[in-house]
Each structure stands twice: as structure tokens, then as C-alpha cells.
Nanobody
């Protein structure tokens, strides 16, 4: 199994970024996919979840600003992040989610830094 995140970078407050997660080694379409983030000194947290049926859940801190989506034909999950805030600064990771638990070994993540 491999999870490869990309699309992070440095952005000013109020800006947008779109993260991608290319997955391989498992049947992507059968799994819920989640985006997590870990800020310095903090625990990794789930920010967005999209199940195989298309239902989504978001952390309160990102609701209305972030949108999770997936393309099963490309084995890819996305996280569109708008109206970014300095508090969104973190390393962002994706993972398959089964019974509420991240399933596979984490990838390298994608650094998002929101700063003026």
C-alpha cells in the first residue's frame, strides 16, 4: 500500500490550496477516505471524511471552508481548502478509514503553511 500526498505549500491567509492523495495497493473505491492533519506539538486529527457512498463529515474547524472529494477511476482523493487561516498550518495526510480508524501506514504528508 502506498499513499502519496501532494499540493501543499505556503499560502497567505484567505488563500486556497488543493491537496491530492494518490493511493495504490488496495481497492480504493471500497474504502472511506480521510484527510488528517498534524500541527507542531499537537496530535494528528481527522479533518474530513468521505465514505464510499459519497457521505462526508468535517471537523467543525474546517466546515464550510474545506471540501473532500474523490475520483475512484484515478485512485485519488482531494481536499480543496479555501479561506485558509494560520491555524490550518500543519502537515496533511490521507488514509483509508475502516470502522473509524486509519487503516494503512501513513505517507509522507504534505506541508501546508498559512502565513503572511
Amino acid at each position: 500500500v502506498q499513499l502519496v500526498e501532494s499540493g501543499g505549500g505556503l499560502v497567505q491567509p484567505g488563500g486556497s490550496l488543493r491537496l491530492s492523495c494518490v493511493a495504490s495497493g488496495f481497492t480504493f473505491s471500497r474504502y472511506a477516505m480521510g484527510w488528517y492533519r498534524q500541527a507542531p506539538g499537537k496530535q494528528r486529527e481527522l479533518v474530513a471524511l468521505l465514505n464510499s457512498g459519497g457521505n462526508t463529515n468535517y471537523a467543525d474547524s474546517v466546515k464550510g471552508r474545506f471540501t473532500i472529494s474523490r475520483d475512484n477511476a484515478k485512485n485519488t482523493a482531494y481536499l480543496q481548502m479555501n479561506s485558509l487561516e494560520p491555524e490550518d498550518t500543519a502537515v496533511y495526510y490521507c488514509n483509508a478509514v475502516r470502522k473509524g480508524v486509519p487503516t494503512f501506514t501513513w505517507g509522507q504528508g504534505s506541508q501546508v503553511t498559512v502565513s503572511s
